[in-house]
């Protein structure tokens, strides 16, 4: 069993862990009404599309998600809440430092104790017991979006309940062999969605693409044949599926929570990875943390085109 396959099969006890621990750290998380950003890099800025839209919708005040990387130094906020697994991403670390000592409070939420994020940021969140070995996340990212959940009063049973089902009922039939794999969301899902097509790309290196759900009737369905698959999570737009199977594609409609089904498409993932002889462990160009150089960056080169080196993608999972 490779690492990642052992930590995806964690999540529900990992959930509930983090559903218990969202009152003790209470203190560190937004209060009602404050205005707020969420950041991350990868998985962890797909996690933080999730939370802003949940903790919007729950009228817990305005908040918004961004890359760390293009965080709007501008803007004011009550609390920055960064996303990150390492606790070592330049960008992350970047921006706590320009925010230290500003009106705005910093929180981070990571899983290892023993990185300069610590330091960094105003609050912490240790949620160590979510921490993980392989480059592709996946209980972490859940984990940390759970504990925000919980805070918003969102979290249920019903979900770790969902997350176990999602472990043990069997992937629709034929849908490992599918040449494509789109993945809609509404609302909080559309970073799930986005986090899905993530984790199938790193670990299967499938052609993956994602979309707000409504958004794939402008152009992206075009894409759809009997050999791709669309993967709803919630609820479908009124007509959807029926266009997507007018089309021969197939269709996969998200039966179960949203958290619960983004754990069908991680071990989705790892069989097609199986199923192509790839290591879900080693996806090729990625590391677990995202670590830059330090001094100000190069000045921009054209390279001619013949000899344009070949640029090596880096972890979108280092966070």
Known sequence: MTHVEDELKSQPECWTRAAEEAGPYREALPAPGERVAV???????????????LREGA?????????????????????????????????????LGRSRGE??????????????????????????FADE??????RFATTALTL????????????????????????????????QFTFLGRGWTVGLANEAGLKMREASLSWTEAYPAMEYRHG?????????ATWMFGEAPRGLAEQVRATGGRWIAGRLDPLAELVRAQRLAV???????????????????VILPAGPAAPAEVPEPREAPETAATSSDAV
């Open 148 to 179: 925000l959940r919980a805070h918003l009063g969102l979290h249920t049973d019903s979900v770790v309940a969902d997350g176990r089902t999602a472990l043990t009922t069997d992937l629709p039939q034929g849908l490992v062999e599918c040449a």
């Open 271 to 289: 069989a097609v990875a199986a199923a192509r002889g790839l290591d879900p462990d080693r996806p090729r160009h990625l590391t677990r943390s």
């Open 59 to 95: 009228g817990q005040g305005e908040t918004d998600a961004f890359a760390a990387s293009e965080f709007p130094y501008g803007r004011s906020y009550d609390r920055v809440i960064a996303l990150t697994r390492s606790g070592t991403t330049t960008e992350v670390l970047e921006l």
């Open 133 to 138: 070995r392989s480059v592709v996340q996946t």
């Open 220 to 228: 992206p369905i075009s894409i759809a044949t009997e050999s791709t």
């Open 103 to 128: 009106a705005t409070r910093t929180t981070a939420v990571t899983a290892d104790p023993a990185t300069p994020v610590m330091t960094a940021a105003d609050d912490v969140v240790v949620l160590d």
């Open 39 to 53: 950041v991350g890099c990868g998985t962890s800025y797909f996690m933080a599309q999730a939370v802003a839209a």
